[in-house]
């Protein structure tokens, strides 16, 4: 006991950090108006590209983009390793919420010790349910992102104790974004692929492994866990492009595993509810947000939704969108995708509008 009057000079400096993030905490109004006493004091972020935040920047891989144009929206314009124009969702998501201004990636170099507490993201450009979509991408595996895991919850009991670790890992909102690459790179990319699985085992394999790593997080602490299922990937531009034929219509057999997918996945995590106790477990629909800013974008203030607002719009993803092949369209709210996979943070705030109103009362 006595050893906690005697502090060193870096721990004065970690408590005068700690208490200007819980000062942070309760002094920002959040734009989300939570139920009194509920108390949500991080996300905690897996998944793929769409919620990366720079995890794959020092890394061999084509799944990064730690260069312009991306980020061009971002805080000073700064290419962060987030693949969009601005901020992904979770970062959205933290900013409703009151916690902080955006989710850092855990790898990131540059990381506070102070982040740890508000949450961060472990995500990885090009990372999916089954290892092979993964080493596709030469991105971090639903393992590794475990293992990282694992140092987190260690630091956290370094800096705040055991019993406040328990807390934050109970309270915190996991999200868990992945899928995409799965259906569009792998199943549909390799005919190797196809030849071992039909549409309907591979979208069961997919909803299995979402479910263990669902049970693994419950493992770890976490009991307020959000899975999102599969977009409509047979209408981001790229697919379109690729399979959607010389009108580029949306792929109708690519959204349908991915409907297939989120079928599946839905029903494990109802099943798997019942059985974890003292746990929230839900399933988000991405799928139809996204699906109805892509078929009426006007209704949304949008022009353009079926090309991405880098270089052509066709295809321009990752290495392809860049400051010297590719230019850039001069107002990004106009379309729904910033390069030919990803959205603009324009189409992600609103679709975060809509599942916070659709979700937000069942995780809390």
Not at 90 to 114: Q, V, W
Not at 120 to 125: D, K, L, N, P, Q
Not at 331 to 356: C, G, M, N, Q
């Amino acid at each position: 006991m006595v050893s906690y009057l005697f502090l060193s000079s870096s721990s004065i400096l970690f408590w005068c950090s700690f208490f200007l993030v819980l000062l942070f905490m309760t002094t920002t109004n959040a734009l989300v108006k939570l139920p009194e006493n509920t108390t949500i004091p991080a996300v905690i972020v897996f998944g793929d590209s769409i919620v990366d935040a720079g995890n794959n920047d020092d890394m061999i891989t084509e799944a990064r983009c730690d260069y312009p144009p991306y980020g061009i929206d971002f805080d000073g314009g700064v290419p962060t390793g987030r693949f969009s124009n601005g901020k992904v969702p979770t970062d959205i998501l933290a900013e409703e919420l009151g916690l902080k201004p955006s989710i850092p990636a855990y790898r990131d170099p540059n990381l506070k010790p102070e982040d740890l507490l508000t949450g961060v993201t472990f995500a990885s450009g090009g990372a999916g349910y089954v290892p092979l979509t993964t080493q596709i991408a030469g991105g971090i595996p639903l393992p590794k992102q475990l293992k990282y895991f694992e140092e987190y919850i260690e630091k956290l009991n370094d800096m705040v104790g055991e019993e406040r670790t328990k807390f934050i890992l109970k309270n915190s909102m996991f999200v868990i974004i992945c899928g995409s690459n799965d259906i569009a790179n792998d199943f549909f990319g390799l005919p190797s692929v196809r030849l071992q699985y039909t549409v309907d085992s591979f979208t069961a394999l997919m909803a299995e492994n979402a479910r263990s790593f669902a049970m693994s997080l419950y493992g770890y602490g976490a009991r307020r866990i959000l899975m999102f299922g599969a977009p409509p990937i047979g209408c981001v531009p790229s697919q379109r492009t690729v399979a959607g034929g010389p009108t580029r219509d949306c792929v109708v057999r690519f959204n349908d595993a991915s409907k297939l997918f989120n079928a599946k996945l839905s029903g494990n995590l109802d099943i798997l509810s019942r059985t974890l106790l003292d746990s929230t477990l839900v399933y988000v629909d991405i799928y139809s947000p996204l699906l109805d800013l892509i078929v009426n974008p006007r209704q949304y203030g949008f022009k353009v939704s079926n090309l991405g607002c880098c270089g052509t719009g066709l295809i321009e993803v990752t290495a392809l969108c860049n400051n010297y092949t590719s230019a850039v369209c001069p107002i990004r709210s106009d379309y729904v995708f910033w390069d030919s996979f990803h959205p603009t943070e324009t189409a992600y705030r609103i679709i975060v509008a809509k599942l916070l109103d659709r979700y937000l009362s069942k995780i809390i």
